[in-house]
Nanobody
Framework: QVQLVESGGGLVQAGGSLRLSCAAS????????MGWFRQGPGKEREFVGG????????LYVDSVKGRFTISKDNAMSTVYLQMNSLKPEDTAVYYC???????????????????WGQGTQVTVSS
């Protein structure tokens, strides 16, 4: 099992930046594919992006491409979500998720992940 704790959320003006962190404990972090999801007010939880277990491959949804960057530090058991050029529509609770796998793939579905953090609020003001 793995426990996930997100941090780094907050209030930022449009055009600003935030870096979210997701610290993992309890298992071998390098065996987990990691995903970032978000849930805006009145919306479904949606996939934002993910990174393979090795950190060699990343995947983003179109709405954040070129603005968000995911990285994974297996030595520190932490995954990061760097968010630049933030927009009001990025306002949401952001969650990291983990799935243990032997495969070098990135999962996109909520049901593909077994472990979730508690979420961190990101609010972007216009």
């Amino acid at each position: 099992q793995v426990q996930l704790v997100e941090s780094g959320g907050g209030l930022v003006q449009a055009g600003g930046s935030l870096r979210l962190s997701c610290a993992a404990s309890g298992s071998t972090f390098s065996t987990y594919t990691m995903g970032w999801f978000r849930q805006g007010p009145g919306k479904e939880r949606e996939f934002v992006g993910g990174i393979s277990r090795s950190g060699d491959s990343v995947l983003y949804v179109d709405s954040v491409k070129g603005r968000f960057t995911i990285s994974k530090d297996n030595a520190m058991s932490t995954v990061y979500l760097q968010m630049n050029s933030l927009k009001p529509e990025d306002t949401a609770v952001y969650y990291c998720a983990a799935r243990r796998t032997t495969l070098a793939i990135i999962f996109r579905g909520r049901n593909d992940y077994d472990y979730w953090g508690q979420g961190t609020q990101v609010t972007v003001s216009s």
